[in-house]
């Protein structure tokens, strides 16, 4: 009988990489500068590799400072929303949860929102900075409000984060009627999500938390799938439900709040790509996270890529383009689902 | 096996169990009866610490239960809820290897071993054919049969079942039922099984435990505890008990309110 092994996760998470590689490279290509993809190569292989100076310096500018950054802060918020997505599913038994449902962006909104209007919206310091310590205030209040009795209902938490959510969308909204010109476009692009204001440093920061997150939850992979059946279920197997569902909520979220801080809001992301994910390879997570995070990462970096490109000079939002070419995609996995089902 | 010592339980303010006090003895067929409300799903609970008893203790052949980890427990006790839907629908055989987890502890992924055991546990239930098939594809009756599995894959000495017939037509009660009789006495497992159906209880159960508003009411064997008094007692409404003419076990039959068929 077909069950999931090591060997399984690994062969899939081998070529769901490969794939995310693939669509790496076609980032770093394009653009309003072409690059051949044998110079790519030539680029990144003198890099990593620490070989001194060549004759292409402004193609290999472009690749190293500008396309390699953003591209691998798109990959990695990809993978990042999409394994917070799919924890927030299991956690809180809804198909429609996704990374955002707790409120945890409108709090970092609110942060970078504020920062943008005080004036040390530096964008690639203050801002980050504001709109996380934003979502962490959040992941607090939510957290105390959510848990009853000590214990944490997937009910109240949902409630308590919505909630929380709303009242701080009044603020966003706020914020927004009184600002000037200028400022609401930085603000309106950030709540659509950019990635023009990543660099190798944005990549440091969100990497410890999408690493340490990762590694947490897919400690606990096997038991994420006995919550999905009923907390009482779990605990009958001897999994320690209330540590489980802690952990769950407190990595998820700060996996979130990494990636928004770094670039705004972008949506649908978290939602559809753990589906897509479950619906290719069913509902164990320890083969659902490792392949929604690379489905994902590849997912974004394409959606980024095109963002920056389609439209060129002019640059789009990359929440315009998930939310265009996901939905589509969702649609159609959707309705090949029977077919899928039995691979 | 298990020893409970003037147990109590209450949620919040009431008492829901009161000062139950029993013994289930190794290979037993023990059915819990008693109204709605009467506590017998907490009892269950209890007895897998889904529940902990503010008062008294439960003694696993002697080592008391609340010093004994989940996963101890849950390798010497096997509970099969009523019912349990998960959000996003797994494999059977995938349910089924959920019962390995009190053996797998930290580890993420199944053995050889742990392959077997499930094997064996449905070849045992009958569903090794359904192994690949979807949790929302199948009947009610056939997910009953998972559930054991996975309890069965848990490698347990006593299996508890909560009202394990509710919303199964009759052939397939009976199979069901026949299935748990087969566990109990091939297998040498016990049994504690809550149940509405007092025939079925009469019928299957070597004991029978009558609960009323937490206490218990009567208890002993069928013929003992099934007598129209004591179920009109507890249950208050009106029966008429005869002999089931095949196996001459207590049988009930529901009369009507307002008529005074049972003679009284």
Redesign the interface.
């Known amino acids: 009988?077909?069950?999931?092994?090591?060997k399984k996760v690994l062969t899939v998470s081998l070529v769901l990489t490969f794939f995310v590689i693939l669509v790496l490279l076609f980032s770093l290509m394009v653009g309003s500068v072409r690059v051949s993809p044998g110079r790519t190569i030539q680029v990144l292989y003198q890099f990593f590799l620490g070989h001194g100076e060549t004759e292409m310096e402004m193609e290999r500018t472009i690749i190293l400072s500008l396309r390699l950054p953003r591209a691998l802060l798109a990959g990695m918020v990809g993978a990042g929303l999409s394994v917070s997505g799919a924890i927030f599913?299991?956690l809180l038994?809804?198909?429609l949860a996704d990374p955002y449902i707790l409120g945890v962006s409108s709090g970092s909104a609110v942060g970078a929102i504020l920062a943008i209007l005080l004036g040390f919206g530096s964008l690639s310091f203050g801002l980050p900075f504001a709109s996380f310590v934003g979502a962490l205030l959040t992941i607090g209040v939510v957290f105390y409000f959510g848990k009853q009795e000590g214990r944490m209902h997937p009910n109240i938490l949902l409630l308590a984060g919505v909630i929380t959510g709303s009242f701080l969308s009044a603020i966003i909204m706020f914020f927004l009627s009184i600002s000037q010109k200028e400022e609401l476009h930085t603000i309106l692009f950030w709540l659509m999500g950019d990635f023009s204001f990543a660099n190798p440093q944005s990549v440091l920061i969100i990497l410890p938390y999408l690493a340490g997150g990762f590694g947490v939850l897919?400690?606990r992979?096997?038991?994420l799938?006995?919550i999905?059946?009923?907390e009482?279920?779990a605990?009958?197997?001897?999994?320690?439900v209330e540590r489980l569902k802690i952990l769950s909520y407190l990595c998820a979220s700060l996996i979130t709040a990494a990636s928004v801080s770094l670039c705004g809001l972008i949506g649908f992301v978290g939602l559809i790509i753990p589906h897509s994910a479950?619906l290719l390879f069913?509902?164990?997570h320890?083969l659902l996270l490792p392949a929604a995070s690379l489905i994902g990462a590849s997912f974004l970096i394409l959606c980024d890529t095109l963002a920056r490109t389609l439209l060129s000079p002019v640059e789009l939002p990359v929440g315009v383009i998930t939310a265009a070419f996901g939905g589509p995609f969702f649609i159609y996995l959707l309705r090949k689902r029977k077919g899928v089902?039995t691979l | 096996m298990i020893d409970l010592r003037s147990l109590s339980f209450r949620y919040r303010q009431e008492w829901v169990l009161k000062e139950i006090s029993l013994r289930i003895e190794k290979g037993e067929f023990i059915g819990v009866i008693g109204p709605n409300g009467s506590g017998k799903s907490t009892f269950l609970?209890i007895l897998?610490r889904?529940l902990s008893p503010q008062e008294g203790d439960i003694l696993l052949d002697t080592v008391p239960l609340k010093e004994m980890?989940?996963?101890e427990?849950?390798k010497k006790i096997?509970?099969v809820?009523q019912e349990?839907?998960?959000?996003?629908?797994?494999?059977v055989?995938?349910?089924v290897?959920?019962?390995r987890?009190?053996y797998?502890g930290?580890?993420?992924?199944?053995g050889s071993k742990d392959?077997e055991m499930v094997?064996r546990a449905m070849d045992w239930t009958g569903i090794l054919s359904i192994?690949?098939r979807?949790m929302d594809e199948l009947s009610g009756g056939e997910r009953k049969r998972v559930f054991i599995a996975r309890a069965l894959a848990?490698e347990p000495e006593i299996i508890l079942l909560d009202e394990p017939t509710a919303n199964l037509d009759i052939h397939h009660q009976v199979d069901f039922l026949h299935l748990i009789v087969s566990l109990n006495r091939d297998r040498g497992l016990t049994i504690v099984m809550a149940s509405h159906d007092l025939n079925i209880a009469s019928e299957y159960c070597d004991r029978l435990i009558l609960l009323q508003e937490g206490r218990i009411y009567k208890m002993g064997s069928p013929r003992d505890v099934i007598t129209r008094e004591t179920i009109e007692a507890v249950y208050g409404c009106r029966v008429w008990v005869d002999e089931n003419p095949i196996s001459g076990m207590p049988r009930i039959t529901l009369l009507k309110r307002g008529r005074e068929g049972s003679g009284a």
Do not use: W
Not at chain 1, 1 to 6: A, D, G, Q, S, V
Not at chain 1, 235 to 240: I, K, R, S
Not at chain 2, 84 to 91: C, D, T, V, W
Not at chain 2, 106 to 110: D, G, N, Q, T
């Open positions: 009988m077909n069950i999931l092994t090591l599913q299991a038994r809804n198909p897919y400690r992979s096997r038991h799938n006995l999905l059946s009923g009482e279920n605990h009958q197997l001897g999994v320690d479950r069913g509902p164990d320890r089902k | 609970k897998c889904l980890t989940q996963r427990i849950a096997a509970i809820p349990a839907y998960s959000l996003f629908p797994f494999r055989i995938e349910i290897l959920m019962g987890s009190p797998l930290h580890l993420l992924f199944e392959l094997k192994g690949e979807y848990q």
